[in-house]
């Protein structure tokens, strides 16, 4: 059974750092895509940033020179660095992935993470 594990989350002022970890188990790690999420108030959830099993990576462009997706393969972690923070960077941070059996696609979602901004 595919397991997310979000953590990292808080409270920061603007211009100030934070680094999300995601925790994963029951899957073949090195083998996935990850994404990190995020749902703002208000809005949909959107895509943040994600890494191909190759390494490449994809960032939404308002996060764009602010944050680093990054993953770990010996730790089956992927990780979210996240410079510059603004107020409109708060909101609940998800870590997904996916996997395709026998042609259909299944999404696996961990709990969230809060991150507030704001002085």
């Known amino acids: 059974q595919v397991q997310l594990v979000e953590s990292g989350g808080g409270l920061v002022q603007p211009g100030e750092s934070l680094r999300l970890s995601c925790a994963t188990s029951?899957?073949?790690?090195?083998?996935?895509?990850m994404s990190w999420y995020r749902r703002v108030p208000g809005k949909q959830r959107e895509l943040v940033a994600d890494i191909t099993s190759g390494g490449v990576t994809n960032y939404a462009d308002s996060v764009k020179g602010r944050f680093t997706i990054s993953r770990d393969n010996d730790k089956n972690t992927v990780s979210l660095e996240m410079n510059s923070l603004k107020p409109e960077d708060t909101g609940v941070y998800f870590c997904h992935t996916y996997q395709w059996r026998v042609g259909s696609r299944y999404d696996f979602w961990g709990q969230g993470t809060q991150v507030t901004v704001s002085s």
């Open positions: 029951g899957m073949f790690f090195t083998s996935n895509t």
